[in-house]
């Protein structure tokens, strides 16, 4: 029997947002849309897609991981499970940062694991002068973040593989940077929350540096 999209959301078992954003993704179009179209039947593919993702979101799964995209600072951004969720305070970080950046100087700027690339793309969106170096240890990541920068057409970042400073190539007509920018793992080894909830599904080099947290 042909599910309609109110009966499929109905027995998903999730909130009802949680489970109108995995339909929207799964049929491609709005959750606006399928409020519009309660009535419409989904095809057998659409209705086993939905429940499998409701499955996996009942058992935890982050819903970014899931649709395989986040919002940070307006951009639509790719993510897997080698980068972190990209988190709605770290925009206060953003807003930090661009305090200290003039919209019209050709600034230099540092962000040290860069994740998904969050930070450095939001700068670069709103300062295309400014000349980015991200950097991350994980090359699985920069790949994330590469695939962001191309997605969003910014070209003003360069991705490159560090382990913090160690491995940095400084150039020697520009040594420094004007700013810079990082959200570092802090969280302690032993702490809790890292079998708790989204942490669970995240790279654990993006949450913990390991000891007491604060090496890094
Ligand atoms: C908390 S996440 C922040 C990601 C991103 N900047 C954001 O705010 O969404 C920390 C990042 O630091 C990276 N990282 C961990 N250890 C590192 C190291 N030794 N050198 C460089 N980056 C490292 C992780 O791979 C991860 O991407």
């Known amino acids: 029997m042909m599910l309609t999209v109110a009966q499929a959301l109905a027995q998903s078992g999730l909130v009802p947002v949680d489970a109108q954003v995995l339909l929207a993704y799964v049929v491609g179009n709005t959750r ?6 309660a009535d419409e039947s989904l095809t057998p593919n659409e209705a086993a897609r939905f429940f499998s993702l409701a499955r996996r979101r009942r058992d935890g799964e982050p819903i970014a991981y899931l649709t395989g995209v986040r919002e ?5 951004l790719l993510v897997t499970q080698n980068v972190m969720i990209p988190r709605p305070e770290t925009e206060t970080l953003v807003e930090r940062a661009l ?8 600034s230099h700027v540092l962000d040290l694991g860069t994740g998904s690339g969050a930070i ?27 695939a962001n920068a191309r997605r ?15 491995g940095m190539e400084l150039s020697p007509e520009r040594p420094a940077f004007d700013v810079i920018v ?11 929350h890292l079998g708790e909830g989204d942490l669970r599904f995240e790279p654990m080099a993006s949450l913990t540096p390991g000891g007491d947290g604060l090496s890094a």
Not at 128 to 146: F, G, H, K
Request: charged share 20%; hydrophobic share 50%; proline share 7%.
């Open 152 to 166: 969003l057409g910014l070209y003003n970042v360069r991705f490159t593989r560090a382990d913090w400073y160690d």
């Open 99 to 106: 305090a200290r950046l003039a919209p019209d100087r050709a």
């Open 72 to 76: 940070f600072w307006g951009l639509s």
């Open 32 to 37: 606006a849309w399928l409020t519009a179209h």
């Open 182 to 192: 990082s959200n570092p793992p802090y969280i302690a080894a032993g702490d809790r």
């Open 120 to 146: 450095a793309l939001a700068l670069a969106r709103e300062r295309p002068p400014v000349q980015i170096v991200a950097t991350d240890v994980s090359e699985a990541a920069l790949r994330v973040a590469d």
